[in-house]
């Protein structure tokens, strides 16, 4: 099995450099909020009745995060809508965001297209292509991405990007009350605890190694799990699912039990901040799986508020699902599948 220490032979299997965009987490969070200040949105994108985030993949993670981060602050509906179209609501009153790593995903692009002829109040965040053309054409407003700490290019490692680009898109309109302090407040704590982030996702990973990891998550950090199932799928080449505690203690412990030869794990992360009643489910779960032979692990995040841990659990899920690929000998940075799809849908 690789050392995961050892640099020059993780160098071998990541050609594209993962392992140091994942690294520079800190620096693409603190870049994009500080972004933040160069776009302008018009007065009216405060005056609006419900939040549509319309992405796809790695680009649509922030939408996830700041949908069940922020649940129960949000004062109007928000959705992620992951596909072609808008929801038969969005008019005028709604403010959709239109994310694009590329700026050529053709979901994204329609949907941008069906903002335009509803005449919703759109904002895009892309680091350029077709989407900003369009944006540009109709006198939107958008902030492009410089993803000088994602020398990879890969949209799922530009995570900081992604969910703090968001959260800085909705917090110039005042929809969403995040300030500076917190923001900064977080991402030093995450470069304080970086490297034992680091050596827990190590030891994570070799626990995880031959099974398929299933996430379990409080409601608040469901966002966080979507992320991490998305990175053990594309990053470790790796079948995962995740699911919001209490959802699941009504239907999915009853399918533990079968197949008895089943390959699977279960990943809990764990929050301070979970109510007296999650925490409580949460250790009755944990011995559920248990009583059905289930590997059980768990992760805690560090940090005195949501941002912190959230920002925590971003870290350790990148790291988790890197070294778990590297565990597997594959290259983190190639999609084959995806490619392949991609090239046959465009024939």
């Not at 005056?47 to 993670?61: R, Y």
């Not at 700490?149 to 992604?162: D, I, L, Q, S």
């Not at 925590?312 to 983190?332: R, S």
């Amino acid at each position: 099995m690789l050392n995961l220490n050892d640099l020059d032979e993780i160098r071998k299997l990541d050609p594209k450099n993962v392992y140091d965009s994942t690294l520079e987490l800190a620096d693409q969070c603190e870049q994009i909020w500080n972004d933040k200040e160069s776009l302008n949105l018009p007065a009216g994108y405060k005056n609006v009745s419900n939040i549509i985030v319309c992405a796809m993949g790695g680009s649509g993670l922030g939408g996830h995060v700041v949908a069940s981060l922020f649940k129960d602050t949000l004062k109007i509906p928000m959705e992620v809508v992951n596909g072609y179209n808008l929801p038969s609501y969005a008019n005028e009153k709604s403010l959709v965001i239109v994310i694009s790593y590329s700026g050529s995903t053709e979901e994204t692009i329609s949907c941008l297209n069906d903002a335009v002829s509803r005449k919703a109040k759109t904002v895009g965040l892309t680091t350029g292509g077709k989407l900003a053309d369009i944006l540009k054409e109709n006198n939107l407003p958008f902030l492009i991405m410089n993803p000088k700490h994602n020398k990879c290019g890969v949209p799922r490692v530009a995570t900081g990007y992604m969910v703090f680009g968001t959260m800085a898109v909705l917090a110039k309109t005042n929809l969403l009350d995040v300030n500076d302090e917190s923001v900064s407040g977080a991402i030093s704590l995450l470069r304080q605890n970086r490297e034992s982030i680091q050596k827990e996702a190590q030891e994570i990973a070799k626990d995880l190694y031959d099974t398929c990891p299933v996430i379990f998550s409080s409601q608040v950090f469901e966002g966080n799990a979507h992320i991490i199932r998305n990175q053990f799928n594309e990053t470790a080449k790796t079948f995962s699912s995740y699911f919001p505690i209490p959802e699941l203690n009504h239907h999915l412990m009853e399918g533990l039990a079968y197949p008895k030869n089943k390959k699977l794990s279960v990943l809990f992360l764990t929050s301070s901040l979970d109510s007296d009643n999650v925490k409580k489910r949460i250790n009755l779960t944990k011995a559920v799986v248990v009583k059905n032979e289930i590997k059980e692990i768990t992760y805690a995040a560090h940090g005195e508020d949501r941002i912190a841990q959230m920002l925590d659990f971003l870290a350790f899920g990148g790291f988790v699902t890197l070294y778990l690929g590297l565990l597997y000998g594959i290259d983190p940075s190639v999609n084959p599948w995806v490619d392949y799809f991609k090239e046959q849908l465009a024939k």
